[in-house]
């Protein structure tokens, strides 16, 4: 098969989802190069747009409204999202250094990361509790949720004092939306805003601090000028005033706004940095000495001029940067210069829908009321969410066209030569398979214990008289565009079958199939697949022992898992005892998500969750359920929740035993019914309730009950235990990591399957 995708030739990185680089991924995908693949990385899967998180903290937003879900923005356009902490770059090498997973390389990249918290010096870690910094934005939410329930819950006679620590525009929007808030509901505390110098926000605008002070006053904010913060005690801060009088001050909380820091890693990558340690960039927004690395936002020190630390300005660059990329890639125009307007608008939060402006020249804004200020800054942003987020259907749309503009430029020689094979798909219905293998005729060996037609999940042969042999194979279809992440998921999965029989994997097989690519690409797919293979087999006491590569019309992984098991230790699937209770150890959703992920339709945080359960071992589960009389034990896979069930009950009648199972005990991913309520369902859904309506009721269906019939990939483990030990084998489930085990039903006298 002739594969007619543009090949990869190769690779932009784009290092952080601030304003800047999300700006490039979006021009670039709309008016793409042939040959150029995308990646962004981000440890934050929601990247927040900083000029509305003051409304968001007033109530006025939604999270979504206000955050830039990376995940879903990259699916839509087809890029590549990898979620992971950068912790350094190797210019040499073009290697980008991630926490506690494989480099990455590059042939471009841009860092747009943002900027960390300064902190006091702390004397005690009961001091650091009391610490909240605004940087990074995303950990900060999360300190202010807890800080708002905390002073909702609290009934003490004593006002709870509380501080912000800097008087810029952070921390003077922080102050006021706090003190705002506590009025509201009648919290008992009061806020101290702390600043080492007299001014709010800037010395030049006196308008807009006679405005400001005027707010802070007519709120009751304490306002300390000219005031240092040098220590955080145990009890509060250490305090000295203009005349250099040192006190201490208690307070119950500490916000600190004061101006951040740059990351680490800038310095230990021995990249050229300022004094502060912010990365230097030239005029066209080039690192310093280096000629294939951009950077831009907070993170930077502009060398032709100093700037603020203020998010217009990443916006601002975010234009010349997809310029400077893309000329460094085609190489048909210069390279431009960024020239930073003089001075920067700021449109202020105040609370109630209220804003005022704040520039150091005039502007026919300022003469405008707060209320109508607050519309026009609500307008502009909303309007710059709207341009970078992925759309958002009420329903499961008939159709949706995917097909992205077609490059007017290409990286591909035009002398490229492709040498493609034909690709395999993902798993089929049950019911296609078991119609196909039952025309055929196997031959039988005394060596295999259970084969082809006995429908487990390994194959068991006999080692020797003291030990058999199981052996599996699982592949895969790219689902997900981390490549190392597709590894990691693919080998739990394949060797979870293992898992499920009560065996121990000892070896393992890898096949790859790779989309057309130059080799310097395959090079790359080929070290980030087996990296993420390689971690879960090296924590699993696997080896690997061989495989196998080709070139396809997409990416592909196929497993095979060689374990072995001691005859008494088997687990079967069929049950045995009716009575016993059924035993889940993961949620289901997984089809449903990643069928709305290939639409750009789910939640990054919902895909994250799934991903996080994906990557969990069945092996503690099974070591675990292995101490108490399990009657019947299989994986979630393929086939859904009820058509593994199904297989439990065995192939005849001859055994007579069924499952009842309660829906609504069935756990759930969180938002996947909503998911299911839309209309999203992966594809072999309908196919795997097809495959069972000889033996369901007639009120019984897909759309009724989809989680019946959710396809799952690497899911939990799905047992009967006598009920008497049901409770004791759930405490030590939970009790050893697996939280989510539940009870869903009971195994019935009577080979039915009965929904309730």
């Known amino acids: 098969m002739n594969n007619k995708s543009t090949p990869i030739v190769s690779d932009l990185v784009l290092l952080g989802g601030g304003h800047a680089n999300i700006q490039v991924l979006k021009m670039l995908a709309m008016n793409p190069i042939g040959g150029l693949r995308i990646t962004l990385i981000s440890d934050q899967t929601h990247s927040p747009y900083s000029g509305m998180i003051p409304g968001y903290l007033a109530g006025y937003y939604f999270y979504e409204d206000c955050h830039f879900d990376l995940r879903r923005i990259c699916e839509e356009l087809g890029l590549r999202f990898i979620k992971a902490k950068i912790i350094g770059i190797d210019p040499q090498r073009k290697k980008i250094q991630l926490e506690n997973r494989a480099e990455v390389g590059y042939d471009c990249a841009s860092i747009n990361v943002g900027i960390e918290p300064r902190s006091l010096e702390n004397l005690s870690p009961e001091a650091t509790v009391k610490l909240i910094p605004l940087k990074p934005i995303s950990k900060f939410l999360a300190h202010w949720d807890k800080l708002i329930a905390d002073l909702k819950a609290y009934k003490g006679s004593d006002t709870l004092q509380l501080a912000v620590v800097g008087a810029g525009a952070a921390g003077v929007e922080i102050s006021i939306i706090l003190k705002m808030l506590i009025d509201q509901h009648q919290w008992n505390a009061g806020v101290s805003l702390i600043q080492r110098h007299e001014f709010l926000i800037s010395a030049k605008d006196r308008l807009a601090q006679g405005k400001l002070s005027n707010t802070l006053k007519k709120l009751g904010i304490t306002v300390l000028q000219n005031t240092q913060a040098l220590k955080e005690q145990e009890n509060g801060l250490m305090l000295k005033d203009e005349q250099g009088f040192v006190y201490t001050k208690d307070f119950y909380r500490i916000l600190m706004a004061t101006q951040a820091s740059a990351p680490k890693w800038f310095k230990r990558s021995e990249l050229p940095v300022s ?100 519309i026009v800054k609500d307008g502009i942003d909303r309007r710059f969410m709207q341009r970078f987020q992925a759309r958002t259907f009420s329903i499961k749309p008939q159709h949706v066209n995917k097909t992205m503009p077609v490059p007017k430029s290409t990286l591909v020689p035009e002398d490229w030569e492709s040498n493609t094979c034909g690709g395999c798909g993902s798993k089929l219905a ?5 119609r196909s293998l039952n025309k055929l005729a196997f031959p039988k060996d005394d060596a295999v214990l259970l084969g082809v037609n006995d429908g487990e999940d390994c194959a068991l042969t006999r080692f020797s008289e003291h030990v058999l042999c199981l052996q599996s194979i699982d592949q895969f279809r790219s689902f997900i565009s981390d490549p190392y992440l597709l590894g990691q998921i693919a080998t739990q999965h394949a060797l979870s079958d293992v898992y499920a029989m009560g065996g121990i994997a000892k070896t393992a097989q890898v096949g790859l199939t790779l989309a057309a690519a130059n080799k310097k690409i395959h090079q790359e797919d080929i070290f980030q697949l087996m990296s993420g293979v390689l971690d879960i087999l090296t924590k699993s006491a696997v080896s690997l022992v061989g495989g196998h590569t080709g070139e396809g019309a997409e990416l592909a992984i196929s497993i095979a898992v060689q374990g072995e098991v001691a005859p008494e230790q088997v687990l079967r699937k069929q049950l045995t005892q009716s009575g016993n209770r ?51 034990c299989t994986d979630i896979t393929g086939f859904g929740l009820l058509g593994h069930a199904f297989e439990m009950m065995g192939r005849n009648d001859d055994n007579a035993l069924g499952v009842k199972i309660g829906y609504q005990a069935i756990p759930l991913f969180d938002g996947v019914g909503e998911l ?77 399957i009965v929904i309730a």
Request: charged fraction near 20%; charge should be neutral; aromatic fraction near 8%.
């Open 582 to 632: 059924l035993v889940l150890t993961k949620p289901i959703g997984t089809g449903a998500i990643f069928a709305a992920n290939m639409l750009a339709q789910a939640n990054g945080k919902l895909v994250d969750e799934a991903l996080s359960s994906m990557l969990e071992s069945n092996k503690t589960a099974m070591e675990i359920i292995k101490g108490f009389d399990v009657s019947g």
């Open 275 to 374: 004094s502060e340690g912010f990365l230097t960039v030239t005029e066209k927004l080039l690192v310093e000495n280096e000629h294939d690395l951009f950077a831009a936002g907070d993170c930077i020190h502009f060398s032709p001029a100093p700037l603020k630390k203020a998010g217009v300005y990443a916006v601002r660059q975010g234009r010349v940067l997809e310029h400077n990329i893309r000329a460094f890639f085609t190489g048909k125009s210069e390279l431009k210069n960024f020239h930073p307007k003089k001075n920067v608008l700021s449109l202020i939060t105040i609370g109630e829908r209220k804003a005022l402006v704040h520039q150091d020249s005039p502007s026919i804004l300022r003469w405008m009321w707060p209320s109508l200020l607050w």
């Open 430 to 434: 049950a019911s296609t398979l078991i």
């Open 676 to 752: 299911f309520a839309k209309g999203y369902y992966a594809s072999i859904a309908e196919e795997n309730y097809q495959s069972l309506t000889a033996v369901l009721s007639a009120d019984v269906s897909n759309q009724k009950f989809p989680a019946l019939f959710d396809p799952q990939t690497s899911g939990g483990l799905l047992f009967s235990v006598p009920a008497d030990q049901e409770e004791a084998c759930l405490k030590a489930l939970h009790q050893n990591g697996v939280t989510k085990a539940c009870d869903i039903g009971e195994i019935i006298g009577r080979r039915e």
